[in-house]
């Protein structure tokens, strides 16, 4: 059974940095593709970043520059390093993982930047 724990939210200054982690178990994750999306209240998920075994990153617009997607295969992990943090960053962020033409969630965690 897929599991998807993360850690790493909570409350920040604008400007400032965060580092989310997102540990997987249950299954072989170096194919697999890991990434982050983002919620807000009334408003549909959002693509924040993936990244594949092989390949760049994929970026949403909004976070190039500012946001760095990293994985450790060894350890199942998946990370995004958060700089320059806007308000508008303010989101339940959610692990995602695709492996096996199967989609895995985490439980997500909340991210808050104050202006």
């Known amino acids: 059974q897929v599991q998807l724990v993360e850690s790493g939210g909570g409350l920040v200054q604008a400007g400032g940095s965060l580092r989310l982690s997102c540990a997987a178990s249950?299954?072989?994750?170096?194919?697999?593709?890991m990434g982050w999306y983002r919620q807000v209240p009334g408003k549909q998920r959002e693509l924040v970043a993936t990244?594949?075994?092989?390949?760049?990153?994929n970026y949403a617009d909004d976070v190039k520059g500012r946001f760095t997607i990293s994985r450790d295969n060894a350890k199942n992990t998946v990370y995004l390093q958060m700089n320059s943090l806007k308000p508008e960053d303010t989101a339940v962020y959610y692990c995602y993982v695709r492996r096996i033409e199967l989609d895995y969630w985490g439980q997500g965690t909340q991210v808050t930047v104050s202006s």
């Open positions: 990244i594949r075994t092989l390949g760049s990153p």
């Open positions: 249950g299954g072989i994750f170096s194919a697999a593709t």
